[in-house]
Every structure is written in C-alpha cells, then in structure tokens.
C-alpha cells in the first residue's frame, strides 16, 4: 500500500478503530512520566493521533495532533476540541525544526514502509528541541504485510524489527533510551521506547 492507500485506509476504519480503543490503559501512565521529564507549559507534538482519546486527551491543552486520516482529525475535533490538529505524513512533517519539547508515536510508524523509517526518525529529531523527548510504540517483530479485514477493513503494517529500530532512532540522534512494557489500546502487551534528542546532533 503506498501512502494514498494507508490514508484512505485509515479513513475507512477510524470510527471502528476509535470504537474499540480502550481509552484507559498503563500506557497512558508512560505519558504521565514523560509531562513529568518536560519543562512547564511544554509544546508537545502527538504523531499518528486518530480521534485522540487514548494519546492526545492526555497531553496538555494546546498540543498538536498529527495524522495522515482526515476522518480521523474529524473525530479528534470533537474528542479534544483544544488541541491544535494537523493533516500530514510522518516522513515530512510540517513543522519548523526545533519546535517541540516532546513527540508522541502510539501505533503509528509501523503503518509507514519500513524502508522510510530512518527519515521518520530524522524528522521526529529535526522537529524536537535540543533535550527534547520521545516516546513511541516499539515493533518488536520484523515484517511488512497487508492485513485484510483489519478492523472491518484493511491495514499495512511494516516494521524492520526491535533493534534495528533502535538503531535507527540512535542513528538519527537520540540517546538516553529506555523501554517499558505497557497494555495498548486493544488490550495487547506492547513494548515502548523513551529517548532524548542529543544535544549536538
């Protein structure tokens, strides 16, 4: 699926994925830990948000959410009415460099061709503050498939695997890595990974 597809993809499922979503769960808790590492009245940028109950509902107000689903965004409008909601793509964001303290990636880079990851993981770093934090989904499978009736639908899924991301995020100028292990939207263990954009990248 190239990226017009995963758009309308995610267009077609948004309602049905937002209806199954636990809102609550002890990812939303890494979220809570991440605020507490940022400065006071922080800018936060949420990538992948969908209708933002689960991930931007728990950032500060004013915090942007990003998606490639405008049905989604659509849902977000009324799911977080104050946050600043954005229509774009991972791999080039529309955003100036250094202009967040905190980027958020639930479930969101293993729906973009693993072969772009590494320029996903370089705009997260241009986009982020010196010191600035991430915290997103980490794939621990290697893969790249088209899972049909995914949520009623479709879906694409990519990943290159656990240390090869990993590798990329070190690779792109972030350190101080650490993971967690937390429950996701649809009840499943997942494993995320916290990480600092370096300094003097």
């Not at 689960?54 to 104050?82: C, F, I, Q």
Request: proline fraction near 6%.
């Amino acid at each position: 699926m190239d990226r017009n597809d995963v758009r309308r993809a995610w267009d077609a499922v948004a309602e049905t994925y937002a209806s199954r979503r636990d809102p609550d769960g002890s990812d939303a808790a890494l979220i809570d830990d991440l605020l507490d590492e940022l400065p006071s009245d922080p800018a936060v940028l949420d990538v992948g948000c969908g209708d933002g109950a689960r991930t931007l509902a728990n950032l500060p107000p004013g915090s942007v959410g990003l998606d490639v689903s405008r049905r989604g965004l659509e849902l977000a409008t009324s799911e977080v009415p104050d946050a600043r909601l954005v229509q774009g793509d991972l791999s080039t964001l529309p955003f100036a460099a250094d202009a967040f303290d905190a980027i958020t990636a639930y479930h969101a880079v293993f729906h973009v061709g693993r072969d772009r990851h590494p320029t996903v993981y370089e705009e997260f770093a241009r986009a982020l503050r010196p010191g600035g934090r991430l915290l997103m989904t980490l794939p621990g499978g290697r893969f790249e498939t088209v899972r049909r009736g995914w949520m009623g639908g479709r879906m694409f899924f990519s990943t290159p695997g656990r240390d090869r991301t990993l590798d990329q995020l070190r690779e792109a100028g972030f350190g101080e890595i650490r993971t967690a292990t937390a429950t996701d939207p649809l009840g499943s263990s997942t494993e995320f990974v916290r990480a600092t954009r370096s300094s003097d990248r």
